[in-house]
């Protein structure tokens, strides 16, 4: 159980163009999820976490106009990168919580590598 | 000066070996500690969840963690080579899954044949 996966695993975008990743819990209901992003060499660095039916929260410095997040289901959220540049290439990774059970730990995707040319 | 501070490493260690993984943070709120291991291009996947002070133990893998001193440890017995993989630790200060999560930039172990 708590499987949670991410599509596209990689994804290359010209810049100014937008892209969307995916996060689904694939056996339990998330109710809170979070999205990361991971420089080279870098700690996960936490960007919104998000509840089901609600607008995300973000942290402090990230843009949310840029990154829209959008958690329609208790399995789905989704993270759009809104006109890309090169600097936002980086690893993008989702965490789910909410396993009946094991409401204490965040379960994690295996990621998103977004590279911006 | 970063809230939890992890040593990058890389650390190399013979197969067999007993690893020790140490982190260090600063904000006294931190109660609840956990240990990931990544490997590469990969998520996280949570190998340790520990309360407070003391330690906790499953099979290979030790959890310390020593409050007063803001110091936490993961000791891995008989190292193998798939083992080899990236050690964050990360801690948060109070329970729920849906609480923020501070994690250390993470240590890159190398377990040598």
């Known amino acids: 159980g708590a499987v949670v996966s991410q599509h596209p695993s990689r994804v290359i975008c010209k810049s100014g163009t937008s892209v969307k990743i995916e996060c689904r819990s694939l056996d339990f209901q998330a109710t809170t999820m979070f999205w990361y992003r991971q420089f080279p060499k870098q700690s996960l660095m936490l960007m919104a976490t998000?509840?089901?039916?609600?607008?995300?929260?973000?942290e402090q410095g990230v843009e949310k106009d840029k990154f829209l997040i959008n958690h329609a289901s208790l399995t789905l959220s989704t993270l759009t990168v809104t006109s890309a540049h090169p600097e936002d290439s980086s690893f993008y990774i989702c965490s789910a919580t909410g396993l009946a059970g094991r409401t204490d730990e965040q379960y994690f995707g295996p990621g998103t590598r977004l590279t911006v040319t | 000066q970063k809230e939890v501070e992890q040593d990058p490493g890389p650390l190399s260690v013979p197969e067999g070996a007993i690893v020790s993984l140490n982190c260090t943070y600063s904000?006294?709120?931190?109660?609840?500690f956990m240990w990931y291991r990544q490997y590469s291009r990969k998520g996280p996947e949570l190998l340790m969840y520990t309360y407070s002070s003391g330690n906790k133990e499953d099979g290979r893998f030790t959890a310390q963690v020593d409050k007063s001193s803001k110091y936490i440890s993961l000791f891995i017995r008989d190292s193998q080579p798939s083992d080899s993989a990236t050690y964050l630790c990360a801690m948060k200060a109070d329970s729920g899954g849906y609480q923020k999560v501070t994690f250390g930039t993470g240590t890159k172990l190398q377990v040598i044949p």
């Open positions: 904000n006294s709120a931190f109660q609840y």
């Open positions: 998000s509840n089901e039916g609600s607008k995300a929260t973000y």
